[in-house]
């Protein structure tokens, strides 16, 4: 129980720390599930093993999410006491520039993952949830954030400050967020990287891309509860209370360590570019190849 716990620990600092920073949760976890695998329930088969792993990365993320509202719970609150008319008016019209940058995702979520799912057998992450994708989707994203940023070096940024964000620019930064359904993109690297080409400040970009993470956490948490449940009554299937345990310690540990990421990452853009993400991404894609073609030939 003693390792499960410890394991549960280390999954909720890598997730309070890659679900924000624009470096691929993803990429991350495959690597940890690799070395670290848990091991909740042995006596209950692959079968379980594969879908409590999978709620569980996706439900972990709940308790990143919380940070977030925690952090920005005046500003996200539209019925603040202490907010003006218009400040309450303000709050309002961002939500609905959140909701309509979620629109995308969702669809391509809801929608085209389950008619590939019914015309193929195998959703989206069955054909492309793979060490190679993951690793070129990481260096493919990292060679663009070197790249744009250094494009937009000289340029004046359009938009400052988050509320300026238009209702296009939010479909646009939405649209962007669809490409984070290919693993090892990183749904909030997709989110600034669109941002940014579009003109929007590093600061608002990264602050846009926290209150959209809200809707498609939520959702896809939501989700995964549901299939697991699913699964659970089907088989007949009793839940180890350790499950549930490890579940919470990993949750409560990446909220904690995300109300960290966050802070760091707001300061940083202040003063520093995108750049030093890039090359990390490029690093660890590199890492990730290695380790993929090391499984192979072993």
């Known amino acids: 129980m003693l390792l499960e716990l410890l394991k549960a ?22 690597l940890l599930d690799e070395w670290v695998a848990l091991n909740v329930a042995p006596q209950l088969g692959p079968a379980f093993a594969e879908e409590y792993s999978s709620m569980f990365e996706v439900v972990i993320q709940l308790g990143a999410i919380m940070a977030v509202v925690v952090m920005f719970f005046r500003k996200l609150n539209p019925f603040a006491t202490t907010k003006t008319p ?27 993952d389950k008619l590939i799912e019914t015309a193929t057998g195998k959703d989206i992450d069955g054909w492309i949830y793979n060490f190679y ?33 238009s209702w ?13 359904i290919v693993p090892g993109t990183s749904r909030s690297g997709s989110t600034i990287l669109g941002a940014r080409t579009i003109g929007i400040s590093r600061a608002a970009a990264a602050e846009f891309s926290f209150f959209m993470g809200i809707p498609a956490m939520v959702g896809a948490s939501l989700l995964k509860g549901y299939g ?17 345990v490890v579940l919470l310690v990993a ?6 360590v995300s109300m960290a990421a966050i802070r760091f990452l707001m300061d940083f853009v202040k003063r520093h570019t995108f ?21 192979y030939v072993l």
């Open 9 to 30: 620990i280390l999954y909720g600092i890598v997730e309070g720390i890659t679900e924000w920073l624009p470096v691929s949760s993803t990429g991350h976890l495959i």
């Open 168 to 180: 296009g620019q939010a479909l646009l930064v939405g649209c962007f967020q669809t490409l984070s």
């Open 251 to 256: 949750s409560v540990v990446a909220f904690a």
């Open 86 to 112: 218009l400040e309450k008016k303000s709050t309002w019209l961002l939500w609905a520039k959140v909701v309509l940058a979620s629109v995308p995702a969702a669809f391509i979520g809801l929608v085209v």
């Open 133 to 165: 994708v993951v690793a070129a989707a990481l260096i493919v994203y990292g060679v663009l954030f070197i790249v744009i940023e250094r494009v937009q070096k000289n340029k004046q940024d359009r938009v400052e400050s988050v509320d300026d964000i």
């Open 275 to 295: 750049i030093p993400f890039g090359y990390y991404r490029i690093g660890l894609g590199i890492v990730v190849i290695a380790y993929g073609l090391i499984r």
């Open 228 to 244: 697991f449940f699913d699964f659970v009554i089907e088989n007949g299937i009793s839940v180890p209370a350790l499950a549930w």
